[in-house]
């Protein structure tokens, strides 16, 4: 099976842009997490998309939101970006729900904002 | 409310030498643990995960991890490290919150092996 695939892999935008990112899962994954990575904060946990319903929300402000359309994919979208906006943000899909599924990382698209 | 510590945030050891990572959490629910790894300009790969059954989890790359639950800790070894093993690790804890899975991640840490 492919790998769960993320595009672009690098982006570089200025303050006050929005962009969209985009997530493909593994072949029959429901589960889609975004998470944001820095170096001083290690895996922040964005938000999570289970059979298109957000099932589940992390601390961030409303500038950053998602989707998830009927075959899995997901798309992810910041709005008004900041400076600290710029980060790795990995998208990572699991089969199920539970809480036991493990999770399957994509490589994650590099934002740079200026 | 569950949450993970990594308690180094580098650790340098030379090549063929043991190692271990620490991992403490905590959780007011039953969690299942996992250590995952990322190499440069990588994502998260999973390295072990421990759901149930025996204490002691045996993963790739010949790592291993042992689930203390008194101590609350899930700690990463290796009894002989290589040069490719130098990569950043995670501890995660996942558990059930609100009916919906949540899973946590620990900060990282830095392994470098030195030749």
């Known amino acids: 099976k492919a790998g769960v695939t993320q595009t672009p892999r690098y982006l570089i935008k200025t303050r006050g842009q929005q962009v969209t990112l985009s997530c493909s899962p593994i072949s029959g994954h429901r589960s889609v997490s975004w998470y944001q990575q820095t170096p001083g904060q290690g895996l922040q946990f964005l938000f999570e998309y289970f059979s298109e319903t957000q099932r589940n929300k992390g601390n961030f402000p409303g500038r950053f939101s998602g989707r998830q359309f009927s075959n899995s994919r997901s798309e992810m979208n910041v709005s008004t970006l900041e400076l600290g906006d710029s980060a790795l943000y990995l998208c990572a899909s699991s089969p199920g729900q539970g809480a036991n599924y493990e999770q399957y990382f994509g490589p994650g698209t590099r934002l740079t904002v200026t | 409310a569950q949450s993970v510590t990594q308690l180094d945030s580098q650790v340098p050891v030379f090549e063929e030498a043991p190692v271990e990572l620490r991992c403490n959490y905590s959780?007011?629910?039953?969690?299942?643990l996992f250590w995952y790894v990322q190499y440069p300009n990588q994502g998260l790969q999973l390295l072990l995960k421990?759901?149930?059954?025996?204490?002691l989890v045996k993963g790739i790359n010949g790592f291993e991890a042992e689930f203390n639950k008194s101590q609350t800790s899930f700690h990463l070894r290796k009894p002989s490290v290589h040069i490719s093993d130098t990569a950043e690790y995670f501890c995660?804890?996942?558990?059930?919150?609100?009916?919906?899975?949540?899973?946590?991640f620990g900060i990282g840490t830095k392994l470098q092996v030195i030749p």
């Open positions: 995660a804890v996942s558990g059930r919150s609100g009916g919906y899975q949540k899973v946590t």
């Open positions: 959780s007011s629910v039953s969690v299942y």
């Open positions: 421990y759901l149930s059954g025996s204490t």
